[in-house]
């Protein structure tokens, strides 16, 4: 099984996301390899970000680690900077604008994602949970949703299956998987790999996906 290092792996996603993401708008990031997407924006794209905890406007980590804001945090609890014109509010603000549509897309991890767009993303059965957060409001309440996840889990097991075995977070929620080794989209509820890594040939990523998928006529390849 073809397999690089985890944080090698969660940077390059990131990178990704980050290449990925409109070219103007508010995009919400969640927990976990979402947030680092903000360190990788390319220069002059114009959106601005939203962290659920309650700001609009967040910028990159900051470059001295010992010289932060402490109450500047993102959904990661992870330092943060802030841009010309960022602003604050409370939770119940923040979950106002996304439950009204005003976030053009919201980047999620995933426990698992089925080949229809499905999303499990909050509970691992036998273990202890504090609760969905805001991930259920977020798939429902924006125009675009992106999985921000690694392929596999601990042990090799595919994320990407026919069908979620764990507690779901929503049915046909999923606009694009965005892994280390690739790229899918949701076309007419049928999963469609659009791009892939170069370090990865299809037979390799077909055996490391227990979903089904179709190549993309145009499928693209990234350097890596």
């Known amino acids: 099984m ?6 090698q792996a969660k940077i390059r996603i990131a990178k990704k996301v980050a290449a990925a993401l409109p070219e103007n708008g508010i995009v919400n990031l969640g927990v976990g390899i979402p947030t680092m997407a903000v360190d990788y924006l390319p220069e002059g794209k114009k959106i601005v970000i939203q962290t659920e905890n309650g700001m609009l406007g967040v910028g990159p980590s ?4 010992e010289n932060y804001v402490p109450n500047l945090i993102n959904a990661s609890r992870t330092p943060v900077t802030e841009i010309p014109g960022s602003s604050y509010f409370d939770s119940a603000i923040s979950f106002a604008m996304i439950r009204s549509g005003r976030m053009d897309a919201t980047v999620i991890g995933a ?7 499905d999303l499990a993303n909050w509970a691992l059965p036998g273990k202890g949970v504090l609760g969905p957060g805001g991930a259920m409001d977020l798939v429902v309440g924006v125009k675009e949703v992106i999985v921000a996840t690694q392929h596999t889990a601990k042990g090799g097991k595919s994320k990407l299956v026919p069908l979620c075995t764990m507690p779901l977070t929503a049915l046909r929620a999923v606009n694009t998987v965005i892994t280390e080794f690739a790229v899918f989209k949701f076309i007419d509820n049928v999963m469609v790999l659009v791009e892939h890594a170069a370090d990865i040939t ?5 055996n490391i996906t227990t ?5 993309a ?7 890596v």
């Open 202 to 206: 299809l037979e390799e990523l077909k």
């Open 2 to 7: 073809i397999s690089i290092p985890e944080d």
């Open 211 to 215: 979903a089904n998928f179709v190549v």
């Open 217 to 223: 006529t145009n499928l693209r390849m990234w350097e």
């Open 111 to 117: 426990l698992q994602v089925s080949e229809s767009g």
């Open 62 to 65: 900051p470059k001295n680690p």
